[in-house]
């Protein structure tokens, strides 16, 4: 199994979770964030990808 990481929205705190994808963006579970496409937005506010930080 891949090490899957999390990242969060610096914004409002959404986690994206690369073992869990992002369902309702169309984006299956174990994709790795560096091939989420640069326009995906967060689900919950809609800011940037960039906006995003890597969880310890």
């Known amino acids: 199994m891949p090490?899957?990481?999390k990242?969060?929205?610096g914004t409002c705190g959404h986690i994206?979770?690369?073992a869990e994808g992002d369902?309702?963006?169309g984006i299956a579970?174990?994709?790795l964030w560096k091939d989420i496409p640069d326009d995906w937005r967060c689900?919950?506010?809609g800011v940037?990808?960039?906006e995003y930080?890597?969880?310890a």
Do not use: H, W
């Open 43 to 45: 689900p919950e506010c």
């Open 53 to 55: 930080d890597l969880m």
């Open 3 to 5: 090490d899957y990481k």
């Open 7 to 9: 990242y969060q929205c």
């Open 16 to 18: 994206y979770d690369e």
């Open 48 to 50: 940037e990808k960039s």
């Open 29 to 31: 579970p174990g994709t």
């Open 23 to 25: 369902l309702d963006a």
